[in-house]
């Protein structure tokens, strides 16, 4: 199963764009990348997610490298409400299989 | 209906105890899932079961034991835990993997 790795935390202003990394090397064809982001350990919230083409929602963009081994999540304008630990998940549909990397610690400052 | 709804929220238990945490969905989803998740830490993938059959069991000790009762309902069963097994535990559903996983809130599961 691919492995992801991320930036253990960022801090963004109020209002600009954050841009969460992801480096997914070993990822292979049948794997979906999918962020999620959980706030107070609540339940993991979906954000969104693509295979190999750009993605965009009312939450977010996803930009996918061409070859696949890194994605970036962009939360256009980030509010206090966006403070949360941000996970990159490959999911291999094959064996319904995920892995969780360590996340990204969010926090929005005012 | 687009919940995955988990039961009890909190629940502290004995070493000696016998308990059992409650996972139900109605979207019609065909795969559920349970995750351990300790402090400050990503979850843990414990089983999958596709079509109410275990697919995945990640080498989790026989403490835990799940259930699948019908295509809505999860049940993790929990016998002689011990501390260091007081974690969140969460259920997630999908219809299919490709599609993601709706998260359940969790239990949170002290041992004492």
């Known amino acids: 199963d691919a492995k992801t790795t991320q930036p253990p935390s960022m801090d963004c202003a109020e209002g600009r764009a954050a841009n969460l990394p992801c480096n997914h090397s070993t990822i292979s064809g049948n794997e979906y990348v999918y962020w999620y982001r959980q706030i107070h350990s609540q339940g993991p919230q979906y954000i969104i997610h693509g295979l190999k083409n750009n993605e965009t929602n009312e939450m977010a963009s996803l930009i996918i490298t061409e070859d696949r081994k890194s994605s970036t999540l962009i939360l256009p304008h980030a509010t206090l409400r966006d403070t949360a630990v941000y996970y990159c998940i490959v999911i291999n549909t094959n064996a319904g299989k995920s892995t969780f990397g360590d996340g990204t610690t969010l926090t929005v400052k005012p | 209906d687009t919940e995955v709804t988990q039961t009890p929220k909190h629940l502290v238990m004995g070493m000696t105890n016998k308990k059992s945490l409650k996972c139900e969905q109605h979207?019609?989803?065909?795969?559920m899932y349970w995750y351990k998740q300790k402090a400050k830490k990503p979850p843990e993938l414990m089983f999958v079961?596709?079509?109410?059959?275990?697919?995945i069991n990640e080498s989790v000790p026989s403490r835990f034991s799940p259930e699948c009762p019908n295509s809505s309902l999860l049940n993790l069963h929990l016998h002689a835990l011990q501390p260091e097994d007081s974690a969140l535990y969460l259920c997630a559903s999908s219809q299919e993997p490709r599609y993601g996983y709706t998260f359940g809130s969790g239990t949170r599961l002290t041992v004492v």
């Open positions: 079961y596709s079509y109410e059959k275990l697919s």
């Open positions: 979207m019609g989803h065909r795969a």
